[in-house]
């Protein structure tokens, strides 16, 4: 998959595209008498880390506690450690291995039962790395936006592995020394071109084998001239590339960046089945539209429809075991009560798909407003049975396009606090400085078009700043020279050649009308609570209006 992102800053002129992929654990198993496991040894084949974690895991049949176990290295026993929690067996090396090969050995014995041998070979490379244990702060601040991310959808936060940063670092490299071209070849960004300087590996498969990484992995690849935090946003935002975030195991990840090549490794752990939405219930900030930008195209399959659409809603059930969901039904209900329609996308429909749906609104949601979806799915196990999933829940829409963002990165554990506690009917607060260049809302700053000003002890505010502000849309009426105001149902028309307005067809008059200053509508703040229904209050102090809605 790749995804082309074009909401970053215009004067940059950037090619953005952005790639998944996934590598899992093959599972092998063997019976053992009257005691059945599966296993999975690591490394396998040739590595390129001096000290690779050297182990087993085993799912066992029956919930045991090893008697005795040993561990060899080419015969040599070594001191190996026992999680009884993921029941795993792990020596790592206390020097750097010599490049070479090697064999490994755990016998273990349970009471009652006869001991066990497991065998395995791997060889260490003769260009052979150590792992990067220090991290930039570009790096410190994507896995903080990661976590951001994590905590509003409820899920655990993730940490940083030093082999998976390694592997991040390694691709990252390759692609950035060797020029990789996304845009104008059909190269891949997720594959290595083994004659090529730097390459480790030709599929992620091979560089996390390379790297002795033992979990479960997918990777994103990002080119693009902008942050580190600024891909993982726009990869948040598209669909496709939404769904490694979601996943509740996701644990630990590896994040560098060379040049304009973005690379972030995802490393999973086993759990149990479980579904997760996005956006999350009681969200307060959600963005209204998805410009697209994303391959493969998200809408392709439902002809005759164009970007932008609604932001999309996703629903996924991932765990070990889950092989894929069905989808049985999905709604979206806007603030009347009426449906919202939808363009879905399931794996039925869609061959990206396998333990998610996507659900796009047909058109742009609207600002600040309220909506409620509910899914219901089956998820499909591996062993052929069933587990069903449903959820209701609500979440409500930014007042202004990409306040959410800026607010979740601000402050995270703010953000959540909001959505645990206060639900979705808490007012917005906007604050205009008279003297100021930039003006408030919910505490995000955001520059003012036309800067405020007083005459004759009114305050004045452009027009267009303040439904900027207030989530609403300004068109302007030439032959009524009128400024039209529209939120929701709320449609005001703001003359400016007389003491007038009107509030959806009933005109009123006023003493404080709006006036046409170098060919920009000026509004006086004390229209303001008569048209808006909103709180309006000024402080002279500090010269401040400030609107509560």
């Not at 993921?86 to 006869?114: C, H, I, M, Q, W």
């Not at 409820?154 to 990252?172: E, I, M, R």
């Not at 004659?195 to 590996?201: D, E, F, T, V, Y």
Request: charged share 20%; aromatic share 10%.
């Amino acid at each position: 998959m790749s995804l082309q992102l074009s909401k970053w800053n215009a004067i940059m002129k950037c090619f953005v595209i952005v790639a998944l992929l996934c590598s899992s654990l093959i599972w092998s198993a063997k019976p053992s008498y009257a005691l059945s496991y599966g296993y999975a040894s690591y490394p396998q084949g040739t590595i390129g880390l001096q000290r690779p974690d050297i182990g087993v895991r085993i799912n066992l049949s029956e919930g045991k506690t090893p008697a005795s176990y040993h561990f060899y290295l080419n015969d040599t026993e070594v001191a190996a450690t026992y999680d009884p929690v993921s029941v795993k067996y792990t020596y790592r090396p206390a020097a750097d291995l010599p490049p070479g090969n090697y064999t490994a050995r755990l016998k273990f014995t349970f009471d009652g039962y006869e001991p066990v041998n497991i065998e395995w070979s791997f060889t260490v490379s003769a260009n052979a790395i150590t792992l990067s244990t220090e991290t930039n702060k570009e790096q410190q601040d994507g896995l903080r936006a990661i976590n951001d991310y994590r905590a509003k959808l409820g899920l655990s936060p993730v940490s940083f592995s030093d082999a998976l940063n390694t592997a991040a670092q390694k691709h990252a490299e390759y692609l950035s020394q060797n020029k990789i071209d996304p845009i104008y070849t059909p190269v891949s960004m997720h594959e290595e071109d083994m004659s090529l300087p730097g390459a480790i590996g030709k599929t992620l498969a091979d560089r996390i084998a390379f790297i002795g990484y033992n979990r479960s992995s997918f990777e994103d690849v990002a080119y693009q001239k902008t942050s580190l935090v600024e891909a993982i946003d726009g990869l948040f935002d598209a669909p496709y590339h939404r769904s490694p975030f979601m996943v509740p195991s996701l644990v630990e990840i590896g994040i560098y960046k060379s040049g304009n090549f973005h690379v972030i490794e995802f490393g999973y752990a086993d759990s149990g089945p479980e579904l997760t939405v996005s956006p999350s219930s009681n969200d307060l900030y959600v963005p209204t539209a998805f410009d697209g930008h994303e391959t493969p195209d998200p809408i392709r399959m439902h002809t005759g429809t164009d970007y932008p659409v609604g932001y999309p809603i996703m629903a996924s059930v991932n765990g070990t075991g889950v092989q894929k969901v069905n989808l049985l039904d999905a709604k979206l209900v806007d603030e009347s009560g009426s449906n919202v329609p939808l363009l879905q996308n399931d794996p039925s429909s869609d061959d990206h798909l396998s333990n998610e749906v996507i659900l796009m609104p047909a058109k742009p949601l609207q600002l600040d407003t309220s909506y409620t979806a509910s899914v219901k799915l089956t998820a499909v196990m591996k062993d052929g049975s069933t587990m069903p999933f449903e959820k209701e829940w609500t979440f409500r829409t930014e007042p202004k396009d990409g306040l959410g963002v800026l607010k979740l990165h601000q402050d995270a554990v703010a953000y959540t606090s909001q959505m645990k506690n206060f639900g979705l009917n808490r007012s917005h607060t906007v604050s205009f400085g008279l003297d100021d260049t930039k003006y408030l809302l919910d505490m995000i700053p955001f520059p003012m078009q036309q800067t405020p000003y007083i005459e004759d002890g009114t305050s004045y505010l452009y027009i267009r700043d303040l439904a900027s502000a207030l989530g609403a849309t300004v068109e302007w009426d030439d032959a009524n020279k009128a400024a039209i105001y529209k939120k929701k149902d709320k449609t005001i028309v703001f003359y400016t050649n007389r003491n007038a307005y009107a509030v959806n067809g009933v005109e009123h008059t006023t003493d404080s009308a709006a006036k046409l200053v170098h060919e920009t509508t000026m509004i006086p703040v004390r229209l303001l609570s008569e048209t808006l229904g909103a709180k309006v209050g000024y402080v002279d102090s500090t010269r401040t209006v400030n609107i509560s809605y």
